[in-house]
């Protein structure tokens, strides 16, 4: 099935950095309006796809960077993530609101926000937007930083312990 808006399969939206940051460019001079935003995206659930679309209606095309299995160990636990990265990728790939996505391996995604340059940097309104990592990089070159209120009671973690809760017995 193709997505009617960027022509492709769900699959050719995974993309490399230096790959995305050409088309990227390329949307720019077209004058597009890039949105940047990052996560673990483990266990996909409402309030992550409500966020997603929240976040492409900020500007032209969403670019979202998902964290490495190593990267969400090492900032969550070693139990993590649920889903492999291969899968998570795929998975926020097919969501028609998602334009490209891209695999980080770092603890935070500043190196792909420095190489990408969006327009508008997005996260969670649970986050002190002065600790949103890129945040001044971002404003330093005149792009926005945008935080979206999030959907109450809708977590990963709060699916994990509702399963271990319920189903561990």
Known sequence: MRNDRAGTLPGAKITSLSILKRKVAR???DGKRIVFTN????????????????????????????NSDSSIRSIKSKNRPVVGQADRLRIVASLG???????????????VIKALKPDILVKGSDWDRKKVVGADFVESYGGK????N??????????????IRDFAK
């Open 27 to 29: 949307l720019k001079q």
């Open 39 to 66: 996560g673990c995206f483990d266990i996909l659930h409402y309030g992550h796809t409500k966020y997603l679309q929240d976040a492409k209606n900020k500007g032209d095309y969403l670019v979202v960077a998902v």
């Open 97 to 111: 609101c998602v334009d490209f996505v891209v695999l980080f391996n770092q603890n935070n995604p500043l190196e």
């Open 145 to 148: 930083v945008v935080l979206i």
């Open 150 to 163: 999030l959907v109450k009671g809708r977590s990963t973690s709060a699916i994990i312990e509702k399963i």
